[in-house]
């Protein structure tokens, strides 16, 4: 599976962004997405991730209520709708899939997308 993240940019405080991620190589309603970010001198830390029909969701408690994680299967891709930014969410930003249970260290995720910058300015 190969993944491309793309969507990021600088956007003021309170503004909006929304990332996709499309995917090429296999069966993707197979997978289980992820979105994970990563800022300047800190861990990588889990976003939001969603099964592979779509039906389950679940979001990192800093983004819970502001960012929506969505996928289209027929066009292979994941969305992340980011509403109301803030400047704490400054990161890169990328995709990961498994075929088995995204976990928030992100260790189970057998692939991984090239991320996306994303800058929420004050």
């Known amino acids: 599976v190969q993944l491309q993240a793309s969507g990021g940019g600088l956007v003021q405080a309170g503004g909006s962004l929304r990332l996709s991620c499309a995917a090429s190589g296999s069966t993707y309603s197979n997978y289980n997405m992820g979105w994970f970010r990563q800022a300047p001198g800190k861990e990588r830390e889990f976003v939001a991730a969603?099964?592979?029909?779509?039906?389950?969701?679940h979001y990192a408690d800093s983004v819970k209520g502001r960012f929506t994680i969505s996928r289209d299967n027929a066009k292979n891709t994941v969305y992340l709708q980011m509403n109301s930014l803030k400047p704490e969410d400054t990161a890169v930003y990328s995709c990961?899939?498994?075929?088995?249970?995204?976990?928030?260290?992100?260790?189970?995720?057998?692939?991984w997308g090239k991320g996306t910058q994303v800058t929420v300015s004050s």
């Open positions: 990961a899939a498994t075929q088995g249970v995204v976990t928030p260290d992100g260790y189970g995720m057998a692939y």
């Open positions: 969603i099964s592979g029909t779509g039906v389950t969701s």
